[in-house]
């Protein structure tokens, strides 16, 4: 066994690749949250799925959300989101844990981000293969690196989960990155963008999804002077405003000046919300206030 992990090693280091990549994901963590299971949710072992599916119901939609740098399992984007998910309709929601590594330095992070979200897909081909989950019915949600993990997700599952959210995808190493989160990713893909302009943005500020909404314009958001770190997390805030009230619309911009002066009257669409199929396209602004539920 020994003879067999050096070999693997040095094949690895030979091929100018990290050895230990592919392991990250392993230390995902999956926690399934339901109306019956609120406050104390059934832990997914991957390694062993029916053990706990019986927590997931088949004739309910599936919410999956991924935190990000620096975030955990029970951080104020998790509980938050999970719970306004929860108000809004009945369903399974799965909150992903990969803190051991985005609790490390922002680039071994960075790093991590394929692994976990390939991870992530296998975990959800096993939910298919065990008739639970359907491609379907299935959202992912992910903030900041966790946009970019839902991502890699979707695109390891042929691009045919039915909805991404991106809530303020890091813009960090992802700028021009071809790996980002992209519309390819699902069949539909949207991206909520509240901190992606400017050189201290912590967000991408392109367009990268089938609908990309700007509130605010994508940066300085209310209640939030000179405070990037807010306007990032503002994004989730909306994303849970969303879930329980459905109040957020936005109008369509022809450009991208119309969105930084306000200047955009197209067609109006909901932003955020947990409706699988949108009819709409393009860059959209959404004026909010400065505390929930924001509209």
């Known amino acids: ?4 992990i050096i070999i693997t090693v040095a094949c690895a280091l030979a091929c100018n690749a990290d050895p230990i990549a592919p392991l990250q994901g392993s230390f995902n963590k999956y926690f399934i949250y339901s109306r019956q299971f609120t406050r104390d949710p059934v832990e997914l072992d991957a390694a062993n799925v029916t053990a706990s599916i019986e927590a997931l119901s088949i004739d309910r ?3 999956i959300i991924v935190h990000g740098h620096e975030g955990s399992g029970t951080t104020s984007l ?3 989101v999970k719970d306004a998910a929860l108000e809004s309709e009945d369903m399974n929601v799965i909150v992903v844990d990969w803190s051991v590594y985005a609790g490390q330095s922002y680039s071994n992070a960075v790093g991590a981000v394929p692994s976990v979200g390939t991870a992530l897909a296998r975990l959800i081909q096993q939910l298919i293969d065990q008739s639970v989950v359907t491609l379907d019915t299935l959202h992912l949600i992910g903030f900041d690196l966790g946009a970019h993990v839902v991502g890699f997700t979707g695109r390891a599952l042929d691009g045919k989960v039915a909805r991404i959210t991106g809530l303020n995808p890091s813009g960090q190493q992802w700028g021009t990155n071809s790996r980002r989160l992209s519309l390819n990713d ?4 949207e991206v909520i963008h509240t901190d992606g302009i400017g050189l201290l943005a912590y967000g991408v500020g392109d367009a990268i999804g089938h609908v990309d909404f700007y509130p605010n314009g ?7 002077l000179f405070n990037n770190k807010c306007a990032h997390n503002r994004a989730w805030e909306l994303m849970a405003a969303s879930l329980t009230h459905n109040l957020l619309i936005g109008n369509r911009c022809g450009n991208w000046h119309q969105v930084s002066v306000n200047a955009c009257r197209g067609y109006q669409l909901t932003m955020g919300n947990n409706d699988h199929v949108k009819l709409g396209s393009g860059m959209f602004r959404v004026n909010t206030r400065r505390t929930y539920p924001f509209a």
């Open 186 to 189: 699902a069949l539909y893909v």
């Open 61 to 63: 939609n599936t919410t």
């Open 218 to 224: 994508g940066t300085g958001q209310p209640g939030c």
């Open 78 to 80: 998790n509980p938050t």
């Open 1 to 4: 066994m020994l003879s067999f």
